[in-house]
């Protein structure tokens, strides 16, 4: 099976240090990523970056408060939409949007999927959905957009042959999820979402400062870890210096 991975950066977000890395001082800026996913039974983005309305009016979306601990850096032509578009695949033509997770800035752009299943853990969704809107990390605007669910728990195959397979990796949030993804060309790649924001993150063990369960996230990175040394290669999920080397589509990840 020829399953093929390509990396989209949709704009960058300046944020605490310390939400990145408990105890660190000032503010670090880095990429929203999202990936597609290309296999012979459908197209999957993993994350869907910022929601257009960010772009375009952030103070209306995020509001006050919002912009005091988030800067976005998001201009015309970075959102997930027009990032596929350039590369040709329509975003009409995306089968399948797997969300690591229901923060803004995993699951904005699901809305620019229009035609997309939504595939999340089922314990993610219920913990949104209970928290939306009540908190600067989940806004209904973002994940509640109206297409078919497809609810999972625990580890699921997404296409049955064992190529994309979602690992729960509970920690950053209730029902976090990253995935495993097995490529010809480059092997086995494991994409994180927040679950390691930094390669710092997985070399030192050291948690960020906003987090649902320290001993499940701790956990997680542990088995990483263990990935790591089976010769999985580890994407880190907000890292601006690993992001740099990492080539963007229409160049193939793996
Ligand atoms: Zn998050």
Redesign the pocket.
């Known amino acids: 099976m020829a399953v093929e991975l390509y990396a989209y950066t949709c704009g960058f977000v300046t944020i605490p240090y310390g939400f990145l890395l408990q105890g660190m001082k000032g503010r670090l800026t880095v990429p929203v990523p999202a990936y597609l996913i290309v296999h012979e039974k459908g197209r999957a983005l993993f994350d869907s970056g910022l929601n257009l309305e960010s772009q375009t009016d952030p103070l209306g979306y995020f509001g006050e408060d919002g912009l005091k601990y988030n800067t976005f850096h998001f201009l015309p032509g970075e959102e997930v939409s027009a990032r596929l578009t350039a590369t040709g695949i329509a975003p009409e033509d995306v089968d399948i949007v797997i969300n690591s997770?229901l923060?803004y800035?995993?699951s904005g752009g699901n809305a620019q999927a229009p035609n997309a299943q939504v595939l999340v853990q089922s314990r993610e969704w219920a913990h949104a959905k209970a928290t939306a809107d009540q908190n600067l990390?989940y806004l209904a605007k973002d994940f509640d957009t109206g297409q078919k669910l497809r609810l999972v728990d625990g580890e699921h195959d997404v296409f049955g042959d064992g190529s994309v397979v979602c690992l729960p990796t509970y920690g950053?949030?209730p029902g976090?999820q990253s995935l495993r993804v097995q490529t010809e060309l480059g092997g086995e790649f494991i994409l994180c979402?927040?679950a390691c924001y930094l390669k710092k993150t997985l070399e030192d063990l050291h948690l960020p400062g906003v987090i649902a369960d320290q001993a499940a996230a701790m956990a997680v990175l542990h088995r990483f870890r263990e990935m790591q040394a089976r010769g999985s290669k580890i994407m880190f999920g907000h890292d601006p210096d690993f992001w740099k080397t990492v080539p963007q589509a229409p160049v193939r990840l793996g």
Request: aromatic share 0%.
């Open positions: 997770h923060h800035d995993h990390g950053h949030t976090h979402g927040d």
